[in-house]
């Protein structure tokens, strides 16, 4: 409330009766006596108010607590001055009081939204503690904030360093913070439709949509979060719309738009960087220390314009300090460059060049690519080494880790790293080892290093050593879902189908959630064989949402397996109706289409899209290679098999199809160690039958 309402407030009306007994016109003189001091308490609290918001104002916090609080012993019954108080409170951090005088003002004035505002405020910034979440404080936030909505739709408040957010808004943030990206996308939606000239609240709605791999309502949302800031242009706003709607225009497909959208926002299409003048300089300066130009030459690269890449960065290389973020970034990207045009042996000179006398703990994305080329190169040693070298540079001394969260991940993520490079390198002794060290250096409370020991498990078909721990799991991080998960599973491998749905039964909520559960049910009934149970569930995820496209494509597969090949194409098929672009859906179709030897001129346009969308994708790589194969185009199916296996070296298919290929070129022996390669990853009954018969095994 201003000063000039709470002046208002105190309005009194004065009314004189005539005509009354001598007792009642002493008890009016009584009574006329305490609304005089009534008034005059009222008065002196509007002139405590007035100095304490000048104390405010002018950065005196105890000099206006202590003059917002004289007010209130003045008048005790005005909740507005409560509020100034809680608001006081709030900007100071002081959480706790403001909690305190917030429910006072709400017991005062129950109906009033700026209490309920106020409240809801406290709650969002009692949610952020240290770098964990108080569920609590959410879900009581959300609740406030429900109910100012009901009373006011549009309403916003202050959150934070944020002015005027729209509350349905910061319901969906809080949504996010809770981990149930559905309910905020709800959340946003809701904004988005009610504040549509908010860019704001498209922007919000963009990121979730992204977050859900939904690139095309991302896209959509993005274009108008951009468009409205292009009207009342805010700097402030225009790099992080701009990027937003270029990743979300890359990922369908739209590469030109996402290209000329970085050119614009960078102002590249404006300005040369030919030349050699002073402006010339200042401008590439400007682009050395820009998020936005390094996910510029990102998108040169995914859309394979490996050339224009190479110069783009090589103006970063040339022109940053050898020792900043901006010069280790542009050298990373440039071998991601020469890892994508399979020259590995330059990718890794280039990237230990660039690594010496360098602070390693400082250039650790550096040395994961040097890492992972090492992998791709199959020299799991070097990998390892390297991964060693990084996981010395975040440790202390002792050997122990840091309790900062930081130093928590990079550990957790190296250690990870190295175990992978051990199991795919057929170590499976030492990544287990691996696994345990981590278990020991993070300690009992990180779910991470369980998660990684009984996934390896399941890759080994050792169902009954996953379902153990992963139920032992399950008690002690009841709230990671992905124990469920890996218990049904397993359950599900070894036959035990009542524990397998008892699990997943138990994780439904009557919610858009459900679809994922319903999904991944679907694919353990289908490793089950469970064939018509799996395609019922399949299509219970997708009544939950009939546009999302991971249930079409579940299901779709399940009908391929049922051999029911025209529903398997028709579903595809209306799922690229709903998203023409999807690089997944466009590989499943080609990939059908190329397996059943139909129709190879459509299924290599398919797949050809698919690969130019994700270049390095594994499985795409495969579909591509396998079409090939398939017209007898060996010397080109090589190239892209090769290349597959490299990008996704735990796949059964794959080592599968080399073998055939290799089979087909007269290479036996290959061919023999691509199907043992084959037949150690593979699950399926199925799969596992084809490849023993083609190594002569029963």
Known sequence: M???????????????VAGLSGKV????KSADKATDKGQDNRAEAVKKFLEAKRLEDSGNFSGAV????????????????????????????NTIDAETQANEAIKLAPDDLETHKLLARV????????????????????????????KSPGAKLDVGDQDQQPALSVIGGLYLALEEPDKALEAFKQASDSNGASDEAHFQLAQVYFQKNKFREAAGAARKAYDLNLKSPNPGKTAAYSSLLAR????????????????KALGLDKKSLEGKDQDRDSFIQSLIVSPLYFEFTEALIYSGQYEEANKTLDIIVKNARKDSRGYLEAVKQKADVLRRSGKRDEAVHLLEEALKGQDVSESLQLVYSLAETYEEMLNFDKAVATYEEALSSVLNPDGTVNDREWFREAATLILQRIGVAYRTAGKRDKAIETFERMKKLLGEKSPRADQLIVDTLLNEGKN??????????????????????????????????????????????NSSEDADIYMFWSSVQLEANLVKEAEETARKAIAI????????????????????????????????EIDPDNATVLNNLGYFLADRNERLPEAE??????????????????????????????????????????????SATIHDHLGDLYKKMGQMDKARQKWEDALRLATEPEEVKKIKEKLGKK
């Open 464 to 509: 009954k050593e996953a379902l153990d721990i992963a139920a032992k799991a399950v008690d002690r991080f009841p709230d990671e879902r992905a124990f469920k998960f890996y218990k049904a599973q397993a359950a599900g491998r070894l036959g035990d189908v009542a524990t397998s749905d008892a699990t997943l039964k138990s994780m439904l909520k």
């Open 25 to 28: 016109l002493a008890q009016e």
């Open 66 to 93: 202590s003059g917002y609080r004289s007010a209130i012993e003045l008048d005790p019954k005005s909740a507005e001055l409560r509020i100034a108080l809680g608001s006081l409170y709030l900007r100071n951090r």
């Open 2 to 16: 201003t000063a000039l309402s709470l002046i208002l407030s105190l309005g009194i009306a004065v009314f004189h």
């Open 123 to 150: 709650y969002v910034a009692q949610t952020l503690v240290g770098n964990s979440i108080s569920k609590d404080k959410a879900r009581a936030a959300i609740k406030e904030l429900e109910e100012i909505i009901k």
């Open 605 to 650: 346009a398919l797949i050809r899209r698919a690969v130019n969308i994700e270049p390095t994708n594994g499985s795409f790589l495969d579909s591509l290679g396998w079409l090939l194969f398939r017209q007898g185009k060996l010397e080109e199916a090589r190239k892209y098999l090769e290349q597959a296996v490299i990008y996704q070296q735990r």
């Open 545 to 576: 949402d009939p546009n999302d496209l991971a249930p079409l494509v579940t299901l779709a597969s399940v009908q391929d397996r049922m051999r029911k090949y025209k529903d398997s194409e028709t579903t595809l098929r209306h799922a690229l």
């Open 248 to 263: 979300a225009l890359l990922r369908i497909g739209r590469t030109q738009e996402s290209l000329d959208i970085y050119k």
